[in-house]
């Protein structure tokens, strides 16, 4: 059973472009969380979807966005970047069980620099 | 809001220690806690998890305890090698709530030397 994927898994970008970072979750899976992990502020939560619907939301300015396909793969993307988005961004994903999710699988991260 | 807590590191030991992290957590309810393991270059796999009090969870020697009393969820292993170098962090789930949010520990970086 493939695990979560995530592409690509570097880039580096420039102050004020943007980035569109792909996740596809693990097949049956239909929650697709994204996590950002910097050495200084650790793992911070910034959005869940499911069936394509925005569930949860971290606190995180408005140019971090997200969406959910019907195949439950999902995008993130950054506007308007900024030096102190460089980190390692990473995807979850989870199945329901009775309404409720079971415990999130990782996948290995988009290492984003930003220069 | 919910809250982890966890020892920081790094911890360092000698092939064979007993190795323990300390975890606490400040949440309502009966949250589900977990311990992720991330090695160099790697995502978060999942280590153990625990999901109602006195639950123990279990997985490659790695145990911990989900002690609603104290609050705490602190790992252990019995005798480390040096393949469990790597960086652990604690987390937990809210209680029966719909979607999945973590909310993470800091992390503890563990150095085993052999």
């Known amino acids: 059973k493939a695990g979560v994927t995530q592409t690509p898994r570097y880039l580096i970008k420039t102050r004020g472009q943007q980035v569109t970072l792909s996740c596809s979750p693990i097949s049956g899976h239909r929650s697709v969380s994204w996590y950002q992990q910097t050495p200084g502020q650790g793992l911070q939560f910034l959005f869940e979807?499911?069936?394509?619907?925005?569930?949860n939301k971290g606190n995180f300015p408005g140019r971090f966005s997200g969406r959910q396909f019907s195949n439950s793969r999902s995008e993130m993307n950054v506007s308007t970047l900024e030096l102190g988005d460089s980190a390692l961004y990473l995807c979850?994903?989870?199945?329901?069980?009775?309404?409720?999710?079971?415990?999130?699988?990782f996948g290995q991260g988009t290492r984003l620099t930003v220069v | 809001g919910d809250s982890v807590t966890q020892m920081e590191g790094p911890v360092t030991l000698s092939e064979e220690a007993f190795l323990t992290i300390n975890c606490t957590y400040t949440a309502t309810g009966y949250p589900s806690l977990f311990w992720y393991v991330q090695y160099p270059g790697e995502g978060l796999q999942l280590l153990l998890k625990a999901t109602k009090a006195d639950d123990k969870g279990s997985n490659k020697g790695f145990e911990a305890t989900y002690r609603k009393e104290t609050t705490s969820f602190h790992l252990e292993k019995g005798s480390v090698q040096v393949s469990d170098s790597a960086v652990y962090f604690c987390?937990?789930?809210?209680?029966?709530?719909?979607?999945?949010?973590?909310?993470f520990g800091g992390g503890t970086r563990v150095l085993v030397k052999p």
């Open positions: 987390a937990l789930s809210p209680a029966r709530a719909a979607g999945n949010k973590l909310t």
């Open positions: 979807y499911f069936s394509e619907t925005q569930r």
């Open positions: 979850a994903s989870s199945r329901t069980e009775g309404g409720l999710n079971t415990e999130a699988f």
